[in-house]
């Protein structure tokens, strides 16, 4: 983008998504200007702060719609006091989901991963890979171009072309990689024939830290009735274990790492949850901390203008 050029703009490490309003505090922002040669500007005074929760409960009407909200619903009735209902989909979703694969070690898997891309390539199947950053986005992207196989990236770097690269994403052939989060709210159709070829191929390279994210990158696939298929890939190297397994996980991880490179125990899928659901507890106890000091604000120091 020309408006963001001779600019430091920060880059989300897993949406990839461009943030050119933010900027690091401390003078860190100004240093990296300054490293870089460009226009240091002025830090940025921060004059009033607020969580996400007290700014949507300012509002007198609030709702919203997600394909994932069901499993939160305990806490959007609890700090938002708005309830949570089902709607049918407009047609059965006939997606195939594939048990996972778990690998031993990192190399292990992105060798798989590269594999699976070309077995399913050979049949003209359009492919969406998900990764958890940007940087591996751009990892992957290297081990297709060493290969020779066309493909697409979606991420900060292509970010003005991303409704385009998504919309292309269900031709005969294509490959896509993207950031997990990317290119969400732009359909992807198939193109001609490739309903009958098994329709749109999504695979995630690493389970995210949400499960919830997990299945929006699902979604991709199987829209509106069609057909399509996911799977995920992982290894005991993966950042949500080494970052979010509890204490028994770990040490089944280390006798796990003793029977070779593929996983085929389905103690070795169950370890990824067990995460997953370490991971969402830790995130929902710093929101519900963020929200009791939300109404400790409200309730001793709130005040009203006098009143004649």
């Not at 990892?139 to 991303?162: C, I």
């Not at 399509?228 to 274990?241: K, N, Q």
């Not at 103690?267 to 009791?292: E, G, P, W, Y």
């Amino acid at each position: 983008d020309k408006k963001d050029e001779d600019k430091i703009v920060i880059v989300d490490e897993f949406t990839g998504r461009l943030m050119p309003d933010r900027t690091w505090r401390d003078g860190l922002h100004q240093a990296i200007e300054a490293k870089e040669q460009i226009k240091v500007n002025p830090p940025k005074a921060t004059f009033a702060r607020i969580s996400f929760q007290r700014f949507f409960r300012l509002y007198r009407h609030l709702g919203g719609m997600t394909g994932t909200a069901w499993e939160g619903r305990g806490e959007m009735w609890q700090i938002y006091r708005r309830p949570t209902v089902v709607i049918p989909t407009n047609k059965k979703c006939i997606r195939k989901h594939a048990k996972d694969r778990v690998f031993a070690t990192q190399e292990a898997k992105w060798n798989a991963i590269v594999e699976e891309i070309k077995r399913e390539h050979a049949t003209g199947r359009p492919i969406l890979v998900g990764t958890r950053s940007v940087d591996t986005s751009e990892f992957l992207s290297q081990r297709l171009e060493a290969l020779g196989l066309e493909h697409q990236v979606l991420n900060a770097v292509r970010h003005a072309e991303e409704a385009r690269i998504v919309a292309a994403a269900g031709a005969e052939g294509k490959i896509t990689v993207a950031t997990n989060m990317a290119g969400r709210g732009t359909d992807i159709k198939l193109g001609k024939g490739i309903a009958e070829k098994g329709g749109l191929c999504v695979i995630s390279a690493e389970h995210n830290e949400s499960g919830r994210v997990d299945r929006q990158l699902f979604g991709r696939a199987g829209r509106q009735g069609d057909p399509g298929s996911a799977i995920t890939f992982a290894s005991l190297d993966d950042e949500l274990l080494k970052r979010h397994a509890p204490r028994w996980v770990r040490a089944v991880v280390r006798r796990l790492r003793l029977r070779g490179e593929e996983l085929t125990s389905p103690l070795a899928r169950r370890i990824f949850k067990a995460a997953q659901k370490r991971a969402h507890k830790m995130s929902l106890r710093q929101r519900k901390s963020v929200l009791r000091s939300d109404d400790w604000l409200d309730e001793f120091l709130g005040f009203a203008g006098r009143e004649d």
